[in-house]
């Protein structure tokens, strides 16, 4: 079985050395032997041989990268006529009759759509573990998380399967997987990307992004998606166009980049060590990078800041999730018994706790002093960002701490003090309470398993991001890497 990318994907269809039906083919046979990983909820397999024997016929279109392009849909995202459960009791049944705007774009192009895969219900959740169809196991190891919340797209990359698959990222769903899948998961600048079809989790924090395995084809994709939407409120215009073709390592070499100095001091030997490995090829090919300060109390705030705002805004976007508006219904004497009922037999308990502590932050007391105060601590920190930006073209973080968890070392654990402390996992979440653009690239593997470096910039130069990212790509030397069949850890 040969992986292909998407820039390759599209040179062979040009040249007529593979056919949609080929491909789809390929990536059906290529799932079938990763049944165990536990990727997908919807597999379309009979639809979509349909379609590709009708793109057979149609002439592969030069400037269409998209055309016959095999991806899954984390599912979230709303999909006319076809099942979208967001993993989640309550959406069991849902068959949405709109289209999210970023599928409907790939529809248009002419990519297909091979399924929907799994997430933590809802997008609430950093494991892998929550989703209604069973835990999600990682293709570098099976004893191991994928991370998430979009933990069957990132799989469904990592193990081959196919060269790209959307997710979200509300605070790291989609970098954060990639990193532990070791993979390219890119969010880009808040607005960008249109939210419309999208379910919502926490919508001031709420991104599409998507998983590559190149730096380029993350590119490539970006061309098509980022487009205004009048659907959607808080879509914006992109200031920049042609990201593929403008991408540019050696426009990367004049930028300044900076690394953060405290959080460096707590990640283990081993992977700092690989950090500061790069940092010496970096400064060897002649660019600044600084080891910079920021407010340590801001840091430790992250996560508070995070779940308070994330889990009142979820407790408000989704109460139409009620067995009345939407949502399979159970059924009661009065209304409210019916809405009691819906939601108490339809979510997991991961939701059900961050609704108790959502509604906590939101009551007339506590309004203030939670709710406000959280969005206040935002502030502080998107404007110690902003500062950093002000100063910096890239700011380079971990993408973790360490590489993916065991699955027996995560399911029903409870933090000890220093792990409270220890903020290293929290500074994903920097870039949705901004809504900067940050990708995760792999850095370098550590007992077989992939670690992974998170590349940031000013909300808007998406462009930065990019050519960061295939600067360090090539200097690191891992690019669409496949993990190993049926997901033995062998390297
Ligand atoms: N891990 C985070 C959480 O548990 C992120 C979720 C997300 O980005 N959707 O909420």
Not at 5 to 26: A, V
Request: contains cysteine; aromatic residues 10%.
């Amino acid at each position: 079985m040969k992986y292909y990318s998407i820039k390759k994907l599209h040179q062979l269809l040009l040249t007529k050395k593979i056919t949609p039906s080929r491909i789809i083919k390929d990536a059906f046979t290529n799932l079938a032997q990763h049944q165990i990983l536990n990727a997908t909820v919807t597999e379309l397999a009979a639809e979509v041989a349909i379609l590709a024997k009708k793109l057979d016929d149609l002439v592969v279109p030069k400037d269409n990268y998209l055309f016959a392009l095999p991806y899954f849909a984390k599912d979230n995202f709303a999909t006319k006529g076809i099942k979208t459960t967001a993993s989640s009791k309550i959406l069991e049944n849902f068959v949405p009759n709109y289209e999210s705007t970023v599928t409907n774009i790939l529809k248009e192009h002419h990519s297909i759509l091979l399924g929907k895969s799994a997430l933590d219900e809802l997008g609430m959740g950093g494991h892998g573990l929550y989703a209604l169809t069973g835990d999600v196991l990682n293709p570098w190891d099976l004893t191991r998380i994928t991370g998430g919340s979009s933990s069957g797209s990132a799989v469904l990359v990592a193990a081959g399967v196919v060269p790209f698959a959307l997710g979200t990222d509300t605070g790291d769903s989609v970098r954060k997987p990639a990193g532990y899948c070791g993979i390219v998961g890119f969010k880009p600048t808040y607005g960008l990307i249109s939210r419309y079809g999208v379910f919502p989790y926490a919508p001031s924090l709420d991104t599409v992004g998507y998983f590559t395995r190149t730096v380029e084809d993350s590119a490539i994709v970006f061309d098509y998606l980022a487009q205004e939407d009048h659907q959607d409120a808080t879509s914006l215009k992109s200031k920049e166009y042609g990201y593929f073709k403008n991408l540019s390592s050696s426009a990367a070499k004049k930028q300044k980049f900076a690394y953060l100095k405290n959080a460096h001091l707590i990640l283990g030997d081993e992977i700092r060590g690989q950090f500061e490995q790069l940092y010496d090829k970096l400064k060897a090919v002649e660019i600044s990078i600084t080891a910079i300060d920021f407010p340590e109390d801001l840091l430790k705030a992250l996560m508070s800041v995070y779940m308070v705002i994330s889990f009142a805004e979820a407790v408000s976007s989704n109460s139409m999730l009620d067995g009345i508006n939407f949502g399979t219904r159970v059924e009661g004497d009065t209304y409210q018994e019916v809405m009691m009922n819906s939601r108490t037999n339809g979510f997991g308990h991961v939701v059900k706790r961050r609704y108790v502590i959502g509604s906590y932050a939101l009551t007339k007391d506590n309004q203030t002093l939670l709710f406000l105060k959280a969005k206040r601590v935002r502030r502080l920190i998107v404007d110690a960002l902003a500062a950093v930006f002000a100063e910096y073209d890239i700011l380079l973080l971990p993408a973790a701490s360490t590489i993916a968890p065991k699955i027996s070392t995560i399911k029903d654990k409870i933090l000890t003090e220093d792990e409270l402390e220890n903020y290293v996992d929290d500074l994903l979440v920097l870039g949705n309470l901004m809504g900067n653009p940050s990708l995760t690239i792999p850095l370098a593997f550590l007992e077989k398993m992939p670690i992974g470096i998170n590349v940031n910039a000013a909300p808007f130069a998406d462009q930065k991001v990019f050519n960061a990212s295939l600067l360090i790509e090539e200097i690191v030397g891992i690019k669409n890497k496949v993990a190993p069949q049926g997901g033995k850890n062998h390297g």
